[in-house]
């Protein structure tokens, strides 16, 4: 089941196992089953610490929990946890069996001192990307606070309680059988809905820390590649954002990132912190910028507001808030949205396998989605606005050679149906006829392109009327010693590449910015 060079990555992550587990399975003598029965036999091979048992008495099957030998810690897999699970895996064995997880001093100190019993279920499918985040963060915590139980499921695997918990979107979590969060999260965002007092103490925390020379705002490509060029210069460079990576976490394969022929946006997320973190960069992470106060007005430094009631200052900001989904803002679509809309095939897809779905969109993102959900579902009509796809041509020739995609252009659609529950259907209009036609769906992909997340910026620098920051050659925003770069700016061709060469720019630019800073000023 895992190949030979696999193998031996787990026997050496295997090594770090400081106390025996066993994998304790729970089967339905299922076909799956013995696929999930043989994978824990095959890493039981790879380590003397490891050792399967086949006794287990979950009433959810097939499943298993790898569990301590004194049974007090563990955590439970209903799913075969390959794919995009495969890390999981890898790190509950290791922090089971008595690796420390990697959560911050405060954060593991804060999971400790949680009082009550907390039963994690929560819903992923095996390609999800944004899943392992959850199922990662959730896991770590278990093991630090044995009053914590986790059971992560495969919505493809258990499809009947996907159905009957009217699941149609992941990661999906419920705490004590009730649902407590949707989409991704990490543990201090875990954490800070657990505990009430967490997000007073971070904003405490954050109102101590020293002005910046540099701050950055989003956390995605663009900023990074701002941070690791401002920290090479030696300034004093801070980076915020909601989490570490923006939006390419929830971009699958990624083939044009020169340099790199083949990556997924978790990986290339994961690469670009590190390597912002192997530099002298305060990282700020499960933050969201509420307001800017620019320097003319406080004198001295920018104030940056956030969300949490805490404010930073610092000499110049570079803002990199990045992009969202754009939504069709129709009828229907904010009552069922992850109730049948959607926005991530690879995350939901599983979840319609067998069923009839729809992709609005015809640029590259809306042509991708078509191909990959052509491969689970039992039919895809993807709907375009304009007469013709935008995608590039080499996805359109892979398109047209499926046989269960319809194509349907110079099409508006005009309402999303449903039942109360879920959705039924969605209804559009043909541009050319002016004729109204439904189409009935079990899900709805909508990949329409995306909005700049700049709402709190209006009326203090210059956007356009689509909201993108306004900047000049130089990165320069409309206020002096803002700057700006990726995809909330007027640059054009939202790409990685772009983003991360934009974020040097910007960070270059703010460099140059601070040296021509009269003395005082520059000492304030």
């Known amino acids: 089941m895992l190949d030979t060079d696999i193998k031996e990555q787990l026997r050496g992550y295997l090594t770090r196992l400081v106390q025996p587990v066993s994998l304790v399975a729970s089967s339905d003598g299922s076909a799956k089953a013995q696929e999930m029965v043989a994978l824990l036999n095959e890493i039981a091979t790879l380590s003397d610490k490891v050792s399967v048992r086949e006794d287990g008495q979950a009433s959810r099957r097939p499943s298993f929990r790898i569990e301590r030998a004194d049974g007090a810690v563990g955590v439970t897999f209903a799913a075969i946890p ?16 008595g690796y420390p997880p990697k959560l911050s001093d405060e954060a593991a100190a804060q999971v400790r001192n949680l ?16 899943c392992p985040d959850v199922v990662q963060a959730l896991n770590a915590m278990s093991v630090l606070n044995p009053n914590i139980h986790v059971t992560t499921i495969d919505g493809a695997l258990f499809q009947d309680e996907v159905a009957a918990r009217q699941i149609m979107s992941v990661p999906q979590v419920f705490l004590n059988g009730t649902l407590f969060g949707s989409g991704r999260m990490d543990a201090e965002q875990i954490i800070g809905k657990l505990d009430s007092g967490a997000a ?61 022929p083949e990556t997924e946006g978790p990986q290339l997320a994961a690469a670009l912190e ?15 910028g509420k307001a800017l106060v ?26 990199a808030p990045g992009a969202r989904w754009r ?47 052509a491969g689970l579902v039992e039919h895809v009509t993807l709907i375009e606005f304009m007469e013709n796809l935008r995608a590039d041509e080499i996805l359109q020739a892979k398109l047209r050679t499926l046989p269960n995609v319809t194509v349907i252009t110079h099409a508006q659609t005009t309402e999303v149906t449903g039942d109360g529950q879920k959705v039924t259907g969605l209804v559009y209009r043909d541009r050319a006829s002016g004729e109204t036609h439904t189409v009935t769906l079990a899900g709805i992909f909508v990949q329409i392109g995306l909005v700049p997340n700049t709402e709190w910026l209006r009326g203090v620098v210059e956007l356009t009327d689509r909201g993108e920051i306004i900047v000049n050659a130089h990165g320069a925003t409309s206020v002096p010693g803002v700057f700006a770069a990726g995809d909330a700016t007027t640059t054009p061709y939202k790409q990685i590449i772009i983003a ?19 003395v005082a000023q520059e000492a304030a």
């Open 82 to 97: 390959l794919g995009h699970e495969f890390t999981s895996l890898v790190l509950a064995l290791l922090q089971v069996g």
């Open 115 to 130: 009082t009550g019993t907390y039963e994690f279920e929560l819903f992923v499918s095996l390609s999800c990307q944004n």
């Open 200 to 260: 007073a103490k971070a904003a405490e925390k954050l109102a101590e820390k020293k002005p910046f020379d540099v701050l950055i705002v989003g956390a995605g490509p663009a900023g990074a590649a701002a941070a690791i060029y401002d920290a090479r210069k030696g300034l004093r460079t801070g980076i915020l954002g909601e989490r570490f990576g923006g939006q390419i976490l929830d971009t699958a394969a990624i083939e044009n990132f020169i340099s790199v």
């Open 274 to 288: 590190r390597h912002v973190r192997s530099y002298d960069v305060d990282v700020i992470t499960g933050q969201l």
């Open 294 to 319: 620019p320097a003319s007005q406080v004198g001295g430094l920018h104030e940056l507001r956030l969300e949490s009631g805490a404010s930073l200052h610092a000499k110049t900001l570079i803002l």
């Open 327 to 373: 939504h069709m803002n129709v009828p229907g679509e904010d009552e069922y949205r992850n109730r049948g809309v959607a926005y991530c095939p690879h995350c939901d897809g599983p979840l319609f396998k067998g069923k009839r779905v729809a992709v609005v969109g015809g640029g590259n993102s809306g042509v991708e989605a078509a191909i990959d959900l």
């Open 500 to 518: 991360t060469g934009e974020g040097a720019k910007a960070a270059l630019s703010a460099f140059d910015y601070l040296i021509r800073l009269p």
